[in-house]
């Protein structure tokens, strides 16, 4: 079975930082794409950012571009998002997810749901102003 689990998320002033983490179970790394998604309240989940874990390859959405990074290490099976200059609109849950297979190039838009097979649960980002 594929396990996500996601953590890092908590309460943060404008401005600051978080860094989340998903460590993944059942997932070939090396061979996935793994991403993080936030839905803020009343809104539609939003794709953040994901990385090819073959090569490293990464997308940005550009709400997070220059803010953001995420990175992943293989020989942990663990993908982190490192969140800079944090604002309230940053203010989500974020859910990590994955999608097996070697597919990042073959689309202009990685992070269309259609994409992902696996979802890990929450964690909670909230950022006050």
């Known amino acids: 079975d594929v396990q996500l689990q996601a953590s890092g998320g908590g309460l943060v002033q404008a401005g600051g930082s978080l860094s989340l983490s998903c460590s993944a179970s059942?997932?070939?790394?090396?061979?996935?794409?793994m991403g993080w998604f936030r839905q803020a309240p009343g809104k539609d989940r939003e794709g953040v950012s994901c990385i090819s874990t073959s090569d490293g390859s990464t997308y940005y959405a550009d709400s997070v571009k220059g803010r953001f990074t995420i990175s992943s290490d293989n020989a942990k099976n663990t993908v982190s998002l490192q969140m800079n200059s944090l604002n309230s609109e940053d203010t989500a849950v974020y859910y990590c997810?994955?999608?097996?297979?070697?597919?990042?190039?073959?689309?202009?838009?990685?992070?269309?749901?259609?994409?992902?097979?696996?979802w890990g649960q929450g964690t909670q980002v909230t950022v006050s102003s």
């Open positions: 997810a994955a999608a097996p297979g070697s597919w990042f190039f073959a689309t202009d838009e990685p992070m269309a749901p259609g994409w992902w097979d696996f």
């Open positions: 059942g997932l070939t790394f090396g061979d996935t794409v």
